[in-house]
């Protein structure tokens, strides 16, 4: 969004000519009209919706989900899925955009496409692929269950499942991040008798720290709310490893409106700040805009 | 790493001892928690019979279900296609109030996580609720129908075709539009010969995006829907069921079929983004 200024005089002046000929756009305006519509019914409404669903209750309501025990173990298994897959897969984003960034070799571009498969893989079938390795009748299931190692229905699966559906997030920001700084800065620490670690700390991590805050903010909000990987590995069992996403369908399924709106009133807020986030480090770091 | 003279007594082992730091770990994790999954899902699938992953794959069950992932899924690709370039356009050349905050909530599907997509699209959508409400009497139900699967699927693949039209339509030059407009083409022609064309690999690789980001989604859609096979039941749900019913063949065989449409999608993405380079490079 750094260049919303740019191609709005862009737009001012190429239109500048033909706009002076009519005087209200209609054209203009219909579409306009088209897209806030449009975007109303996909978007607006639904989102309003869970903010309107969860305070129908009233406080009582909210209090009623906030303090049952199953919805707190959800949100702690959540926090905590978060809180070991994020940190892993910053490393691993680091680590592969600095063995990636300003290089050259055969297959670069193909290990970058691999980095970016899991977003073209359901999650579905990323737990499925989960299941066949560690399940009781997978690959390493006999060699688990020798040793007492529970990885299905438990939280290293959930684990694995949201650090599949994450992986490239980081590395993906970071990446172009690296490319834009070079290597002259990196090159003159080194050569003025910096060792690896502190060229890394003192000059590349603070040239891509915006990038990484913005890769983080992304990952962070898709690994609390990864659901279909989770579900196919979690074994959805009530209090036990049952995540907030698997929390609201089940009390969606079992007709607890209130307790599913309470849940998805959490992670609506979630959404929201990291959209936040997101259009600050757009606008005041230049990010360019990235999906996912 | 690379000052390390190469001679002809090291081994092929001789780069993995020497990588550096930043190559072992990524390709550690890389075979740890993506090359491992991927490798144990088409391993089992090539120990299955032929004969068998045909039957299993052109199961009536699984075929209705690649109808309702596929068609359901492409609809709301193309659906988003011509919506998604009207967005983009509106959001690049004009000015207008809420302009920043429409914006910025374009990437909600990316933030909100998908249950509560599904949740609250389904309340909404169904008979009694704000928008199912006014369809009801026209005798058009949405939750628990297909309909429902393409509701969600809209909204989960809503931001692609904006977020890479956006950029092309920002770095459009305005000057080959006012030398057709000055020559007198009308307002159509210029936007179906001049501004149109530069614009369709972005469009195409935007509408590539979300139509795999439909095919692979679960979680909105399994909630809006009622989950009949032959009505509305999708590919992935199929999956989870075969697991629940400890069918791992089964479920293998439904998990290849999509992971290789998953695959094709992407190459089929690679290939019309080098097209669309070559022409507007």
């Keep these: 969004m750094a260049d919303s200024s740019v191609n709005q005089s862009m737009a001012a002046a190429g239109s500048g000519t033909r706009r002076t000929t009519s005087g209200f756009q209609w054209g203009k305006w219909l579409l306009v009209a088209f897209v806030f519509g449009y975007l109303a019914l996909v978007l607006l409404i639904p989102a309003l919706n869970v903010f309107a669903q969860a305070i129908k209750g009233g406080l009582p309501g909210l209090i009623e989900t906030f303090t049952s025990q199953f919805f707190l173990n959800a949100v702690k298994l959540t926090a905590i899925a978060t809180a070991i897959t994020v940190p892993l897969n910053t490393v691993f984003g680091l680590c592969a955009a600095l063995a990636l960034a300003n290089k050259n070799f055969p ?102 720290k915006w990038s990484l805050l913005y890769g983080l903010i992304l990952c962070n909000a898709r690994a609390m709310g990864e659901f279909g990987a989770v579900a196919v590995v979690s074994g959805n069992i009530v209090g036990k490893t049952q995540t907030l996403p698997l929390f609201i369908e089940e009390a969606h399924v079992q007709y607890n409106t209130q307790g599913a709106y309470t849940a998805a009133l959490l992670l609506a807020c979630l959404a929201v700040v990291t959209l936040v986030l997101k259009y600050l480090l757009e606008r005041n770091a230049g990010i360019p805009h990235r999906g996912h | 790493m690379t000052s390390s003279q190469p001679s002809s007594s090291q081994g092929w082992w001789h780069p993995i001892l020497h990588a550096s730091w930043p190559w072992r770990v990524t390709w550690l994790y890389l075979t740890l928690f993506l090359f491992l999954p991927i490798a144990a ?11 068998e992953i045909w039957r299993i794959a052109t199961d009536p069950v699984a075929l209705s279900t690649y109808n309702v992932t596929f068609v359901t899924a492409l609809a709301a690709g193309v659906i988003n296609g011509f919506a998604g370039l009207i967005i983009a356009w509106v959001l690049v050349r004009y000015e207008f109030p809420g302009q920043r905050f429409l914006d910025a909530i374009i990437d909600l599907p990316f933030a909100l996580p998908t249950a509560v997509a599904g949740l609250t699209l389904s309340t909404i959508y169904s008979t009694n609720g704000w928008l199912g409400g006014f369809l009801e009497p026209f005798g058009i139900r949405i939750s628990f129908t297909r309909l429902g699967v393409l509701v969600a699927m809209i909204f989960i693949s809503l931001p692609f075709v904006v977020r890479t039209v956006q950029p092309v339509l920002q770095d459009l030059e305005a000057e080959a539009e006012e030398a057709a407009w000055s020559m007198g083409a009308s307002r159509w022609q210029t ?73 094709a999608v992407l190459l089929v993405i690679n290939l019309i983004q080098a097209r669309g380079r070559r022409f507007y490079g």
Excluded: C, H
């Design chain 2, 41 to 51: 899902l088409i391993l089992k699938a090539v120990t299955l019979d032929p004969a």
């Design chain 1, 107 to 208: 297959g670069r571009s193909l290990l970058i496409s691999i980095i970016d498969l899991p977003f073209s893989i359901s999650p579905v079938v990323a737990g499925l692929m989960l299941v066949l390795l560690f399940g009781n009748r997978g690959w390493f299931g006999p060699l688990l269950d020798a040793g007492g190692i529970k990885i299905i229905f438990a939280l290293p699966g959930i684990v694995m499942a949201t650090i599949f559906v994450t992986m490239p997030f980081i590395a993906r920001e970071v990446l172009p991040a690296l490319e834009e700084a070079g290597t002259q800065q990196e090159e003159a620490a080194a050569t003025l008798g910096a060792s690896p670690w502190q060229t890394f700390w003192r000059v590349t991590l603070p040239s891509i």
């Design chain 2, 191 to 263: 936007f179906r010969r001049v501004i149109l064309p530069p614009l369709m690999p972005a469009v195409l690789t935007g509408v590539a995006m979300g139509f795999s980001r439909a095919v692979g989604e679960y979680g909105s859609v399994v909630i809006i829907a009622g989950n009949i096979p032959f009505q509305d039941l999708i590919a992935p749900v199929l999956i989870i069921q075969r697991l629940e019913q400890f069918d791992y063949a089964g479920a293998t065989v439904i998990g290849t079929v999509l992971l290789l449409i998953s695959l």
